[in-house]
């Protein structure tokens, strides 16, 4: 990986689950749980169509949340604070990122599909607090989530970030179409690399990708 490929670089841009943390830690795991709970309440079905209809709105619009708002009018309010409401004890710091993350010369920012309160959780578990400059949730984009470019647009906006001088780190390879259709570089961070030509680069192990940028 050439370091001269982010020299341009002013603003990065991370996802946060399974981007911040490593997979292995599957605090998602504990989430999809809570919104399949949360779809057999609000729309009275048993366990196995609430976890197929999870599925399936994650599939066709991007997330859960999206489906359950465009097929059943869901309040996003009320579903985001209960499907968040989880243990952390699963994170653990990581001083070498943090350290990797603060010689990024430019702004850092955090944009995911959860909610800021979430992500300010996670970053602080992570023992990443103070280091980005603004995070951002779906809340943000006004409730339309990543991969929609519509997503991108209202926090980018919101930002006033230039996406030609920017990079994004994020683990689902969908919502790296949209940033790279914008102008921005691209990186892949996920066990297995994914074929496309939205993915300029691709990483198992975030922290030394960006120790070989900051050098």
Known sequence: MPKHAFSHVDTWVFDLDNTLYPPSARLFDQIEQRMTSWVMNALDVDHARANYLR?????SYGTTLAGLMREHSVDPGPYLHDVHDISFDALTPDPMLADRIRALPGRRIIYTNGTAPYAERVVSA???DGLFD???GVEH????PKPE???FEHVFTTDKLDT????MFE???RNLAAPHAMGMGTVHVAPEAQAGDHIHFHTD???AFLGRITG
């Open 126 to 128: 992570r023992g990443l």
């Open 149 to 151: 470019r519509a997503a």
């Open 164 to 167: 030609t001088k920017a990079v």
């Open 141 to 144: 984009a006004q409730f339309l």
């Open 205 to 207: 192990d975030l922290s």
């Open 134 to 136: 603004a995070i951002y």
């Open 171 to 173: 683990d689902d390879p």
């Open 55 to 59: 599925k399936h709105y994650w599939h």
